[in-house]
């Protein structure tokens, strides 16, 4: 009966001690932070490639653009990655995904 009394109050104190810590981080919040973090390198990706190709052009084809397709570049990245991270945005925010 001792023993029985023991883990009793063993487990209720492991119990209010997990009730206590609560900080940690919850799966949800994991997934989301994790979501977070491939939109954002996606849109960074997208504007770095955009940009080298621009770069790229300019400084191999001799096409004496130089500094030009590498600005339209940058800015058809920039459009490009903002419409990638909507999207993305979008498709992480649908409702029947939470129920995942």
């Known amino acids: 009966m001792a023993d029985d009394r023991r883990t009793d109050d063993l487990d209720t104190r492991i119990a209010r001690a997990k009730a ?4 940690g ?4 919040e994991g997934r989301a932070e994790s979501r977070g973090w491939a939109i954002g390198i996606e849109f960074v990706s997208v504007i ?3 940009a080298a190709i621009g770069w790229g052009v300019d400084t ?3 096409l004496g653009t130089k500094p030009w397709v590498m600005i339209g570049m940058l800015i058809l990245g920039f459009v490009a990655g903002v419409y990638r991270a909507a999207k ?13």
């Open 20 to 23: 206590a810590q609560g900080g």
């Open 60 to 62: 191999y084809a001799g």
């Open 88 to 100: 993305t945005s979008a498709q992480f925010a649908d409702p029947s995904d939470s129920a995942k």
């Open 25 to 28: 981080v919850t799966s949800a």
């Open 48 to 50: 770095l490639v955009s």
